[in-house]
């Protein structure tokens, strides 16, 4: 037994795929209540990510750093905190001075910096972070009939505080971008697909018949080998995991969630699932097995769009 443990645990590297602390699944968490709804986290010490934001339709709800207390910002539609969770970008409801904006918060102190981006009538939304937790990409959109499409991006950089706007030409027009591990590169869904961008704006690859992107504030796995899509049609399956190097679906998990919302590590998704006339956001294996209840949503509240935003320690 010894022997085949550690066999596994040698191809489970080898593959660059780490697997979870015992205490991050196996621990009893405590449970907390999210103001303004009736949903549950159930949180433990040893968790890889904890919620740090979330929205139940417009309003946007910020966790205080260092603690679990979530205060309503009501200035803001979205919050985003960034890996390690020192700062958050948040995209505010009203323009000023005819220009949206993204809206630098300091965790640690409260402070905000309102940093003007495009001009009126268009706008910027779904913001993401890096995973290196200084650049920030916004989709940029404009609105057409009754629908928002989309126009191309903007870049934020955390650090110097300089934006750049970027048009694509030839963008799905309900593509959301976000970064590839690299940090140099964007993706979103194409077509039926996936398609990378440089920061520029440049198609750099396609992957066709893949599948069109998950949700959650990272498509990508830990380790950057692959990425959650929507398994395409010709597949059973509802979640499908692909190789970023061969753009192969590698892995086709039996789950029917309600979204993914990223990934625990290497080996575990992050999915809602319809349970007991509501619905969890459970720890699932690539063989679509629940490991661990991480929060409980009633069904009331999912309809009101409750998304919680999971952020890596």
């Known amino acids: 037994m010894a022997v085949k443990t550690a066999l596994t645990m040698a191809l489970v590297m080898a593959a660059g795929l780490v697997p979870p602390p015992a205490a991050a699944l196996g621990a009893v968490p405590a449970v907390l209540a999210l103001p303004g709804t009736k949903a549950t986290l159930r949180e433990d010490p040893a968790d890889p990510l904890i919620v740090t934001s979330y929205t139940l339709g417009k309003p946007a709800y910020l966790r205080t750093y260092g603690n679990a207390e979530f205060t309503r910002k009501t200035a803001y539609s979205e919050i985003t905190v960034a890996p390690g969770g020192a700062a958050a970008v948040a995209v505010p409801v009203r323009y000023s001075a005819g220009r949206d904006a993204a809206v630098l918060i300091d965790r640690r102190t409260g402070k905000a910096t309102r940093i003007p981006t495009v001009k009126k009538p268009l706008v910027n939304g779904y913001p993401y972070w890096h995973r290196g937790g200084r650049l920030v990409v916004l989709t940029v959109q404009k609105k057409q009939a009754k629908s928002w499409v989309t126009t191309g991006f903007t870049l934020v950089d955390a650090a110097t505080r300089k934006t750049r706007t970027v048009t694509v030409s030839g963008v799905d027009p309900a593509a959301t971008f976000q970064w590839a591990p690299d940090g140099r590169h964007l993706v979103t869904r194409h077509g039926t697909g996936i398609r990378f ?5 440049a198609v750099q690859r396609t992957l066709a018949e893949t599948g069109r992107p998950t949700g959650g504030e990272e498509v990508f796995s830990p380790s950057g ?4 899509t929507w398994c395409p049609p010709r597949y059973r399956e509802h979640v499908c995991l692909v190789d970023a190097a061969s753009g192969r679906v590698a892995v086709r998990v039996p789950v029917k969630p309600e979204a993914v919302w990223g990934w625990w590590d290497d080996l575990h998704l992050l999915a809602v699932l319809a349970r007991s006339g509501g619905y969890q956001v459970a720890v699932v294996d690539l063989k679509g097995q629940v490991v661990r209840n991480l929060a409980t949503i009633p069904a009331a ?6 998304y919680l935003g999971y952020t890596r320690t």
């Open 301 to 306: 509240e999912w309809k009101k769009k409750l």
């Open 225 to 228: 080998t692959r990425l959650t």
């Open 197 to 201: 961008y440089t920061t520029a704006g």
